[in-house]
């Protein structure tokens, strides 16, 4: 039985059973809604409130990333990975740095990892914060969001340190990092380590344990762990799911292994499971930070690769070597190995995997990124069938779908 | 390499004689399959415990002959953590291959992707179309003989920078 047969067949008993007026209506849900917080269109069938059917229609935001990358040297794709799950940035642009450095073997020194661990730490607490506070918009609850967003600020303000950017961050470098971490970082992510728990916990008392939004809640488009996995699910919608698959302990890169933090799983994959399951993320991003920031190793900021990392301006204008490399690089001369490579990092959706093929020249031959919100985005609609209208907005921003990402 | 990954690379050569593996510079398992036995293969491999297809894209060589398209399938056992990369070269006049959209329901999407990018024809998907681009289009844009930029340009003069 076809897909469509199987959704036809659902409404059909549906609108047997418990008919509210007998006639079917096609609702536009999109592309512009203030309720989809992005450019995503459904067209719903539905029978009073119940939804029969959803059938969706992406492509609204495609830019042709995979297309473009194949005319753009090296670190010139950084800038463009900024632009798929825009709400962590930074985790984009550093699976792509590691992809490359993956493919020409470099070593990073381990403060790198440790600088990453953190950039990419806080970027994943500002995914989250975002994600979570707008499900409490969609049940009616403004406060938190206004607060969190709050804090969502002074994450920026902490890239911006490090980068000068605030949205799309561009942050590092293959290689490692264009600059060290200066005093102003270190202040500022301490202070944040010191009151952001504070101001999280009064948000997470607004709704964690809330009776109106638990009922709201829970029940609310709800996966089982082995549709999420048919589907592909990654993230925190998989392990809300109960599956507790999280690429940073499967495959550790960018020495996760060191660090002591917990994978934090839910049991019916509804809307409260995947809130709570960021919830807990964002503490153990926190504890992970904590460990990193303690811990961090002494040396270098970037790793030991003239070849593909920018030398100081000061030895370009006085040394010969410095001179060709800075041009080389610039121009996208120099030689990279040929091979394939798959490489992927937990992003704040789940799986985010660059599939890189070279052929030695200058651009990539291929490049492909592995989006979690594109896949797991498909399963929509066998989730909000048979629900009411309200509860597939809440199921879309519990699922945190990025248009960027969803599109590329 | 593992001797969960031994053995099942061992099984999958032994079942099916159109199939090459290759561990390649990054540790990473690469078979390259045929395409009547990619669906069975991928099969086997489900009831094996590579319950979880991460990536199914597409390329396009166009100086191979007879093989011209190539499928790219990662998928992963997340039991044993172990992930193998099959491929399927498939020659520029007939770019079929049988759709997995039976065994993962998440296949569905990717190969819609890879059909609108590369024509490349799944059989037996429920709903082939487009998907990212336009319903109009009539071309596949990733194919490399689409030149990303506008080639009668006459303003911009590249030629010393080796593109």
Excluded at chain 1, 13 to 20: D, K
Excluded at chain 1, 208 to 234: H, K, Q
Aim: proline share 4%; net charge negative.
């Amino acid at each position: 039985m076809s897909e469509l047969e199987l959704q036809n067949k659902k409404a059909a008993a549906f609108v047997s059973t418990e008919t509210i007026d007998g006639e079917i209506a096609t609702l536009n849900l999109g592309p512009t809604h203030p309720a989809t917080h992005g450019i995503f269109q459904n067209i719903l069938q539905v029978d009073g409130e119940r939804i029969l059917s959803a059938e969706q229609t992406v492509g609204y935001i495609h830019r042709a990333f995979e297309k473009l990358a194949e005319r753009r040297p090296y670190n010139q794709i950084a800038p463009i990975t900024d632009r798929l799950n825009y709400c962590s940035s930074p985790i984009n642009n550093m699976g792509w740095h590691m992809t490359v450095e993956k493919l020409i073997g470099a070593e990073m020194p381990k403060r790198v990892d440790y600088m990453r661990v953190i950039v990419m730490e806080l970027a994943r607490i500002a995914d989250h914060l975002v994600c979570n506070s707008v499900i409490g918009v969609d049940t009616g609850a403004l406060t938190g969001f206004t607060y969190m967003f709050q804090e969502r600020e002074k994450i920026y303000d902490i890239y911006e340190e490090i980068c000068g950017a605030r949205l799309t961050t561009n942050v590092g470098r293959i290689g490692g990092f264009d600059r060290d971490f200066n005093k102003e970082f270190i202040t500022k992510l301490r202070a944040f380590l010191k009151e952001f728990p504070k101001k999280f916990d009064e948000f997470g008392a607004l709704l964690e344990r809330n009776r109106i939004f638990m009922d709201r809640t829970i029940g609310a488009g709800p996966i089982s762990a082995e549709r999420a996995l048919s589907y592909s699910f990654a993230g925190p919608n998989l392990r809300a799911a109960g599956v507790d698959y999280d690429v940073r302990v499967m495959k550790p890169y960018s020495s996760y292994q060191d660090f002591d933090f917990n994978i934090p799983v839910g049991n019916d994959g509804d809307t409260y499971d995947r809130f709570m399951v960021r919830q807990q993320e964002i503490r153990e991003s926190l504890k992970i930070i904590h460990q990193a920031l303690e811990n961090m190793p002494q040396g270098d900021y970037h790793a030991d690769i003239p070849s593909f990392y920018l030398p100081p301006k000061e030895e370009v204008y006085s040394s010969m070597e410095a001179l060709i490399y800075h041009f080389k690089i610039v121009m996208g001369e120099t030689p990279i190995p040929q091979g394939e490579v798959y490489h992927s990092v937990e992003g704040g959706n789940g799986e985010l995997g660059y599939y890189l093929v070279s052929d030695g020249g200058r651009t990539p031959y291929r490049l492909h990124f592995r989006r979690p919100c594109f896949i797991y985005y498909q399963a929509y609609p066998e989730m909000i069938t048979g629900s009411l209208l309200s509860d597939a907005i809440l199921t879309m921003s519990s699922m945190n779908v990025i248009a960027g990402e969803l599109d590329a | 390499m593992s001797e969960f990954a031994t053995k099942i690379k061992d099984s999958i050569l032994e079942k099916y004689n159109n199939t090459s593996y290759e561990l390649d510079t990054y540790g990473e398992h690469n078979f390259i399959c045929s395409k009547n036995d990619i669906h069975a293969v991928v099969e086997f491999l489900k009831n094996e415990g590579f319950i979880f297809l991460t990536d199914l894209t597409g390329s396009h060589y166009p100086e191979s002959e007879g093989a011209e398209f190539q499928v790219v399938y990662h998928i992963h056992n997340l039991a044993e953590n172990v992930r193998f990369r099959l491929k399927v070269d498939l020659a520029q006049n007939d770019l079929h291959v049988p759709t997995l959209t039976d065994l993962f329901a998440g296949a569905n999407w990717m190969e819609r992707e890879t059909f609108d990018f590369f024509g490349i024809i799944f059989e037996g998907h429920p709903n082939l179309t487009r998907i990212l681009n336009v319903d109009d289009m009539d071309y596949h844009p990733m194919k490399k003989e689409y030149a990303l930029e506008d080639e009668t340009r006459t303003d911009k003069d590249d030629t010393f920078f080796g593109r």
